[in-house]
């Protein structure tokens, strides 16, 4: 097994250079949204995905160790993973696919991969908003997860929201009702 830097247009000057944003996986694609150090964001699309595994920057020590010092996207040669998936023809065409981002490794073996650059640029700074319903409803959620984008388009009758822990708010609409 090597591991060599993926050439990509995406830059990636060290291991911990990129801040996942998203990712998504709809059961034969796999897309990740990155953003560089200097805020340019690309969504990187895996397609015909085989396997992948997300693991913590922390736990993720041993492949680190193996990874160049210079980039933070690599692809695997002469993958044991891919080995270990057997001898279908198609993963002939597979490739091993490691995306290194400041929390996250994101490993993949997928037999194709596009970038694209994202119009959008998230920085830390700015105020995310929120897709909200008329008043009285709840902001749009998914899997009991608030959807946030710094990108979001406002409908222009409904107001901005400012980002609120949706646990914490939770528990004290309930810690209220057990007081009632």
């Not at 969504?43 to 160790?65: D, N």
């Not at 959807?147 to 901005?160: A, K, M, W, Y």
């Amino acid at each position: 097994m090597k591991i060599i830097v993926w050439n990509t247009p995406i830059t990636a000057t060290w291991p911990r250079a990129l801040i996942l944003k998203n990712i998504v996986f709809d059961t034969v694609s796999l897309v990740l949204k990155v953003e560089e150090e200097e805020g340019a964001c690309w969504q990187i699309t895996f397609k015909s995905v085989q396997t992948f595994k997300t693991t913590t920057e922390e736990c993720a020590g041993p492949l680190l160790a193996q990874v160049p010092e210079q980039g933070g996207l690599f692809k695997v040669l002469d993958s044991l993973w891919i080995k270990e998936l057997g001898k279908a023809d198609f993963l002939t065409k597979s490739h091993h696919y490691i995306v290194c981002c400041y929390d996250e490794v994101v490993e993949v073996v997928a037999g194709e991969v596009e970038t694209a650059r994202t119009p959008e640029t998230a920085r830390i700074s700015q105020t995310p908003e929120i897709s909200q319903t008329p008043e009285g409803n709840k902001p749009n959620t998914r899997g009991g997860v608030l959807l946030i984008s710094p990108t979001t388009t406002r409908q222009p009758e409904h107001p901005r929201w400012s980002f609120v822990d949706s646990s914490s708010e939770n528990n004290r609409h309930n810690n209220q009702n057990r007081l009632r």
